[in-house]
């Protein structure tokens, strides 16, 4: 529904008392709007403490999921909803950096622990995974690249590292390149230029999916 004018004038014009009714009752049904509310009003913490109290939880979560690691799709199952996790955060919170910090942790993390199990299976069992992976590897340099260039070099060694698991491994080599990923972007921080358009051609064209 589309707030007009007149309606907001309405809403304006409402006594405080009712105000706040409907405000409680619409928090009630918006966890994420309450979150963010809480974050704005309540919260004594940044951004930056709030970020390293998530990594913490984040990175526990994973390593229950390396221990407990069942297939290649249940595997992915799990990082989509960490990663679901991530998103709630950075929509809470507004945090940026945080965004691209904690998704390359997601894939880093996974495939430490993971990557040589992984290669014992079979491309049609890892097909959708390694996908995915790439995607999520897409959507960090497109992340790293929103944000100004002071902070890109934090990224480098992490970048490094998840370019060396994808080179490890023969199957989400043949993946990336098949679906126009350049391991170098990774190995060697060099995010291209146009990386948003080359993205865009690449899902225009049936790629990434």
């Not at 998704?103 to 049609?124: F, H, I, K, M, V």
């Not at 944000?147 to 989400?172: P, T």
């Amino acid at each position: 529904m589309t707030l007009d004018k007149d309606f907001k004038t309405a809403i304006a014009n409402l006594p405080s008392s009712e105000k706040n009714k409907l405000l409680f009752r619409l928090l009630k049904k918006e966890p994420l709007l309450c979150n963010q509310l809480y974050f704005k009003l309540i919260n004594t913490k940044s951004v930056d403490e709030l970020r390293d109290e998530f990594e913490t939880t984040l990175l526990y979560n994973l390593k229950q999921t390396v221990l407990r690691f069942y297939s290649p799709g249940y595997l992915m199952m799990d990082l989509r909803f960490t990663s679901g996790d991530i998103t709630e955060h950075v929509k809470t919170t507004k945090d940026k950096f945080g965004d691209a910090y904690l998704n390359l942790l997601l894939l880093n993390t996974a495939l430490d622990g993971l990557n040589e199990t992984l290669q014992s299976y079979t491309p049609s069992k890892t097909k959708k995974l390694y996908v995915y992976m790439l995607s999520k590897a897409f959507k960090i340099l497109l992340l790293i690249d929103s944000l100004h260039e002071d902070y890109r070099i934090d990224f480098n060694a992490d970048l490094r590292i998840l370019g060396e698991y994808f080179s490890s491994n023969n199957q989400i080599m043949k993946a990336a390149l098949y679906h126009g990923f350049d391991i170098e972007w990774l190995l060697l921080s060099d995010i291209p230029e146009n990386i948003k358009e080359i993205h865009l051609d690449l899902r225009a064209r049936g790629f990434l999916k």
